[in-house]
């Protein structure tokens, strides 16, 4: 059995629930709004947010509707960030296909973003949970602080792993432990064992995006980005992180002078690649990452007897594995 298809047996029906309500909270009356919101449902990626807001639910009780809801909530959120990135990165394609701004512009998809986010918000309201709402709000935040951050250090030139990770668990890992939060609290039980899987999100979250990054040193169509696109925008990822700290002086200097360019050459960008590689930094990514996997599985082998446990599982083991 495919291994997708493995994590969704727990919550296969209420996932269907979940994409006909998606779809009915995002419907308007305005031809170019829902042209824009067809094509973006139909290129929608795995999932994996509501599911793992579904799982959890799952995994200490029963899937409300207050779930369903929360579900969209995280699913609306998480879209809209990714519509906004592409925006504010100038980047267009998006799992492989075009993005929203490149197919119609910048100002149709900001506006498409910001009509996500405020469905998020209308979803999180129908929860009637303060501490859901209160979640989700502040997720919204560290998604926005996250992506700042990143910025910032890309504008000011901070290369250090501290910074990296602080930025990840904010742009990425607080996305996963909302959803497992949300998830766990739309049950209608409380359990002390929330704070396992809450431990499991946030090292899932810092896995995903250790494989994101080491993604964009490699070229793969498959992937659906631009090779060497977070350096192009400034972002100095794992790989190359390590790989500075890892080489002479000289060689350190000159590289940092390199990214200190308002724009790169795609010789420059391909040479920034290969240095990464040259001087361990896939590898040293790569054993972070499974760091963290271990860090996961260890987290959640209390729940070894539930049905969701093997879910739970597999997603970490495919967040690793996947190929884009």
């Not at 998006?94 to 998809?109: F, M, Q």
């Not at 200097?253 to 200190?260: A, P, Q």
């Not at 996997?293 to 987290?299: I, K, S, Y």
Request: glycine share 4%; proline share 2%.
């Amino acid at each position: 059995m495919d291994i997708l298809v493995e994590i969704k047996q727990p919550i296969r029906q209420e996932l269907d629930l979940l994409n006909r309500a998606l779809a009915q909270e995002l419907a308007s009356t305005n031809q170019l709004l829902n042209s824009v919101v067809d094509y973006y449902l139909s290129t929608k990626g795995k999932q994996m947010r509501p599911i793992l807001v579904l799982l959890a639910a799952r995994l200490f009780g029963e899937i409300r509707q207050e779930t369903i809801d929360a579900a969209l909530s995280i699913e609306l959120l998480h879209n809209a960030s990714l519509i906004h990135d592409d925006v504010v990165d100038a980047t267009f394609q998006r799992r492989g296909k075009e993005s929203v701004n490149a197919i119609w512009d910048n100002r149709i998809a900001v506006l498409v973003g910001d009509f996500f986010v405020s469905t998020a918000l209308k979803c999180s309201l129908s929860t009637n949970d303060i501490e859901i709402i209160s979640t989700l709000s502040q997720l919204g935040r560290d998604l926005a602080w996250g992506e700042i951050e990143q910025l910032d250090n890309a504008r000011r030139k901070i290369l250090s792993e501290e910074a990296y990770f602080e930025v990840i668990n904010k742009k990425t890992a607080s996305l996963f432990v909302a959803c497992m939060k949300v998830g766990a609290r739309s049950s209608g039980k409380s359990d002390e064992r929330v704070k396992h899987i809450l431990s499991f999100g946030e090292k899932l979250g810092m896995c995903f995006q250790i494989k994101d990054d080491i993604f964009d040193y490699f070229n793969d169509p498959a992937i659906g980005k631009p090779t060497g696109n977070d350096i192009r925008e400034g972002k100095v990822t794992l790989p190359l992180i390590y790989a500075l700290s890892q080489t002479d002086d000289a060689t350190r200097k000159h590289y940092t002078v390199l990214l200190e360019k308002i724009h790169l050459t795609n010789d420059e960008i391909h040479s920034l690649i290969e240095f990464a590689k040259a001087n361990g930094g896939i590898e040293y990514a790569e054993k972070v990452m499974y760091r963290f996997r271990d860090e996961a599985l260890q987290a959640i082998e209390i729940f070894k007897e539930s049905p969701v446990y093997p879910s739970l599982k597999n997603i970490l083991q495919y967040t690793i594995e996947r190929k884009k």
